[in-house]
């Protein structure tokens, strides 16, 4: 690809010349139109589209090639919620560190959903599924870590939180090396479903006995709900694994309780408790 760019640009050299001149030159325009269809074909072949599927969509300009859009759609839904998983978490670490204060957020439920997000992930890596498919496993894992720790610490628990660090990424440094046998893998994906569930009933549970949803943040809920909605269809289309699909399903029907919940205690103050 680089000596293509490179014969490109030699050639849009010599034939914008002529414009330096005031000549127009449709050589020139050519060697641009070239040069930008490269560089298009360099962005996207092969990390969102197979190179027969950028020929249908962007030479031939076949855009009910339903396959081909089927793929674009995918990848490109997956890169989305990668990218949006850098912060999906981040307003809710800003608003525990802004209130100094976790209040409501159930300890419990971060350590289930931290099991589930931790199995996605190794289950992934291990069968070798393209990063757009799983990626935002990552970014959520080390966020999910991050209130773990924020909500021992502002318990007045910060070396019980210190040793949850220390004892997650040991765990996980052995999930992801080559001593972890394939079916300790399985085994934690499959888990996922049980410890989805458990994990968002038990902060549903927290929400109904306080009363409001505490330091819980609606854009993290939103977002997470909304993700989920998004892997069904890309965990389909990228893996093929019906095991991904269902994991998915199971969240976005449990994230969609919190977000419920969430609009529910909308105008409740946080200091409110429920009345007997």
Known sequence: MRRDLGDLSGRM??????????????????????MASV???????????????????FLRFNFLHIPCLKILIS???????????????????????????????????????????????????????????????????????????LVQ???????????????YFGALSFLLSPLSPMSVVTVLQASNMPAVVISRLLQAATNYHNGHTGQLSAVTAFMLFAGSLARIFTSIQETGDPLMA???VVSSACNAIITAQLLYYWNVPVDKRKKE
């Open 246 to 248: 269902l994991t998915y």
């Open 75 to 149: 990848k490109g839904l997956g890169f989305a919620i990668v990218a949006g998983s850098l912060m999906v978490k981040l307003p809710q670490i800003f608003k525990i560190t802004g209130a100094k204060s976790a209040e409501g957020l159930s300890f419990h439920s971060i350590l289930l959903e931290l099991l589930a997000i931790t199995g996605t992930m190794t289950y992934s890596i291990a069968n070798g599924f393209p990063f757009s498919s799983w990626g935002e496993a990552l970014f959520l894992m080390l966020q999910t870590v991050t209130i773990g720790f």
């Open 153 to 167: 610490h502002f318990g007045g628990h910060t070396g019980r939180g210190l040793s949850f660090l220390f004892l």
């Open 13 to 34: 050299s010599a034939g914008c010349g002529e414009m330096e001149a005031g000549v127009s030159s449709p050589t020139c325009v050519s060697s641009l139109a070239k």
């Open 39 to 57: 560089a298009l074909k360099g962005l996207l072949v092969p990390h969102l589209l197979p190179e027969n599927c950028y020929d249908e969509l």
